[in-house]
Every structure is written in C-alpha cells, then in structure tokens.
C-alpha cells in the first residue's frame, strides 16, 4: 500500500513546513555560543545600561534581577572583576501618586527593585552605580535630591566598601557613592582609579575628581570615569553632549564637552568614559556611541555610550531587551574586546539565536595605553 496516497496533498505541505522550521530553529541553536573569556587569563567588566524601564513597570522588575542574576552565575566563568551601571536606575525619583502612563510603580517600589536586583552581587562582586537625569527631583531633575544613598548606602556592598577611596558630597552637603573614587586592582595590568560622579556633575565634583585623579599613588593608574551623560550615539558622530535642558532648579551643571575640557583631557591618567542616557534614534544605532580622542598628555582616551532602554517596545516596552556588555580585559594587558549580549534571550533555546549583537559598534576592541 502506498501510504502517500492516504494523507492529503495539504497535510504533506505543511509536514515539509514544519520540517524546515525545525531544520530553522536547529541551526540557529547550533549557532548559539554562551559567553566566554577568549584568552586564558583575561578579566571582564560588564556594564548594565540605564534601568528606569525594568523598575518603573512591575512586569519588568523581574527581568532586572534576571540580568544581575546571571552576571552571578558567571561571574568565575568570565572573571567579572566589576560591574558598572550608567545610571537612571529610576524613572521618577520621588513620585507618591503615579503618572498617567509613565510606568505604574511609586518611586518606592523602583528603588526598592534596583536596590534588590544588584543586592544579588552584594559580597560577591563590586558594582558600580552612577545617578542619571530621573534619579534627581521629583520625575526628572527639578532639583539636586536623591534617594540614591537611602538604597546604596556604602554599608550595602562589603566589597564596595573595600576599594572605596573616598566620597564626595551631594547636593545636600552629605558624603555619599553619588560621587565617589574607587581603586581597583585587577589581576595583571594597571590597577585602576575609578570615578562615579552624578549626573551633570557640579563644578566642586569635579575639581574634586581632578585633585584625586593628580595625587602622586594615582600617577601610573588607568583612570575611568562613569557618568550618566556625556557622548551622542553613533547616528549623532558621536559628539560629545553640549547642551541639554532641565528645570531651573537643576543648575551648576557640567555637561560633556564641558567634563571633556576640565576633567578628562587635563588628567593624563584617566583613559576611559562610560555613560549612558542618550537615545538619538529608536534604533539600536541611537542607543550606542563610541570615540577616541588624545588627552592632554597625548595618550588615548576611549570613551563609550552604552544604553538600551528604548528597545523591547519603547518606553512603554520590557525596558531594554536584557542587553549588557562585557569588557574582556586580555593578557597583554592593552586589548579590550566589547561584546553586546542578552541573557534575556539566552535564558531560551528559543530565542538564543538572538543573544548576541555584531554589528560593528557592538562588536570591537579599543585598546589602553
């Protein structure tokens, strides 16, 4: 008997359909690799963009804490020596009503899900907040106040606490991380001087940060400064920021051509900028943003935007598909690879084939001096 005269010509189409979605779906698992160091030996950074679209929407919280938790799930793997944030870890500082659509969570519940969320790596790895434009005032920048300190105190992260150098003021007169100076030494390399200054930093901030930046133990350090604001994306030249607008309270602000002139090309030892905060485009492209540029004393600084809180939907959206981006530091102690990764996507053999971005600004090397 000859079987194929028994099924239906339809039902054989969409047999051969379901085949090649198969075949589909295989060789896009198969393409799938999950993250690992290139070389033996080498440390990585990662870097987590703004938050305020996982933490304003009680169904994205989750999705906060599944980033951090993966970060420690393979913080032996990767060697993550430290995890950086570029701030806007809020989308509204201090609301007690909520808005009319602008996410559905008080400024309680945000801060209390990216407090909970990075407390996953408390004791485990140093992590490395700065505050952006939302987490001031009261929805965005009317004033200089934060609660920042109340949900990252410098008691919060014991490891923190360790590389700790010293604290600067806030808009309150009050020492907290919303500035502060960190000394890390990673395996092999230049230990590193790492500065977190607020959003739009004051001009005290940042006479501070040079003063530290030029003390004699700092002289051979690699210094990296993270700030929320400080390049355009890649569809912009990547320019760096000259002008933005904020309420008339929000005043003795340092923007990034600004931060450029006084802090970074003064100080012959800082050689890393990483900000985020800037969406020229809804597209990937208007997210990210990287240039060099020759310091004062002629040696590369390398100056990165890394921001994803526009895609997954928008503003409205999942708060930025689960992107981060591994810094692998190698042996040779000169080479950074960059990598744009999803463990959103990663966690499913499903959508796998989507983890990893390769185009040209999400995927390179820059190197130290």
Not at 29 to 55: C, F, M, N, R
Not at 99 to 111: F, P, R
Not at 201 to 211: E, G, L, N
Not at 216 to 242: C, M, P
């Amino acid at each position: 008997m000859n079987i194929h005269r028994l099924i239906p010509k339809q039902f054989s189409v969409i047999g051969i359909g379901l085949a090649l979605v198969f075949l589909t779906f295989s060789t896009h698992a198969q393409q799938y690799t999950a993250p690992a160091l290139t070389e033996k030996g080498s440390w990585s950074v990662v870097i987590v963009p703004d938050t305020q679209g996982y933490t304003k929407f009680k169904r994205n919280q989750p999705l906060l804490g599944l980033i951090t938790s993966w970060i420690e799930d393979n913080r032996e793997k990767l060697n993550i020596g430290m995890v950086l944030c570029t701030g806007d870890l809020v989308e509204q500082n201090y609301i007690t009503e909520l808005t009319k659509e602008n996410g559905d969570q008080l400024s309680t519940s945000q801060w209390e899900a990216v407090s909970n969320a990075f407390g996953k790596l408390d004791g485990k790895v140093p992590y490395i907040l700065c505050t952006g434009n939302h987490d001031y005032g009261t929805g965005s920048s009317e004033n200089r106040y934060s609660q920042f300190n109340s949900y990252f105190p410098l008691d919060k992260n014991a490891l923190n606490k360790k590389i700790l150098v010293e604290m600067a003021a806030n808009g309150q007169g009050v020492k907290t991380l919303e500035n502060a100076c960190y000394e890390f030494k990673p395996a092999f390399g230049k230990p590193m001087l790492i500065f977190s200054l607020e959003f739009a930093p004051r001009k005290t901030i940042v006479d501070w940060a040079r003063s530290v930046s030029a003390r004699a133990q700092f002289k051979n350090h690699l210094g990296l400064i993270l700030t929320h604001s400080y390049i355009r994306s890649t569809v912009k030249d990547n320019e760096h920021i000259v002008k933005e607008d904020y309420p008339p309270g929000f005043t003795d602000v340092t923007l990034g051509r600004q931060l450029w002139d006084s802090l970074v090309r003064p100080s012959s030892n800082i050689g890393m900028v990483i900000c985020g905060h800037v969406i020229d485009q809804p597209t990937h492209a208007g997210h990210v943003g990287f240039r060099t540029d020759e310091n004062g004393a002629g040696k590369v600084v390398n100056q990165m935007l890394f921001n994803a809180q526009n895609e997954g939907g928008n503003w409205r959206g999942n708060g930025g598909d689960g992107w981060i981006r591994i810094l692998e530091f190698l042996p040779d102690q000169k080479t950074v690879k960059v990598r744009t990764f999803s463990p959103l996507f990663a966690i499913s053999p499903s959508t796998r084939h989507l983890a990893w971005r390769t185009a040209s600004y999400d995927q390179y090397e820059f190197y130290i001096e």
